[in-house]
């Protein structure tokens, strides 16, 4: 487990769409104007700071779900078996 988390990357377009979410936000919730400059050093504190504990939510998530499918396959490989005397 101790591989680092790479920062996430956001392309330009990306970025530009989650800058006028923010300055929305600011402007509706907080009425506070704020420019662009201002967003973007934000967002990358919020992705730098804040992101590994959604990357990691994700990642255990993700990690749930998998358990679940692999516990589903393993009944159905368990409803193939043939009955004989063997006894595990």
Not at 24 to 34: G, P, T, V
């Amino acid at each position: 487990m101790g591989s680092t988390m790479t920062i996430v990357e956001f392309s330009k377009d990306e970025k530009a769409i989650l800058v006028r979410k923010m300055q929305a936000y600011f402007a509706d919730e907080l009425q506070q104007q704020i420019g662009q400059f201002d967003v973007e050093f934000l967002l990358d504190f919020i992705s730098k700071e804040i992101g590994p504990y959604y990357y990691n939510r994700g990642l255990y998530d993700a990690q749930t779900a998998l358990n679940a499918r692999m516990e589903d396959l393993q009944d159905s490989i368990y409803q193939l078996e043939k009955h004989t005397e063997f006894k595990r």
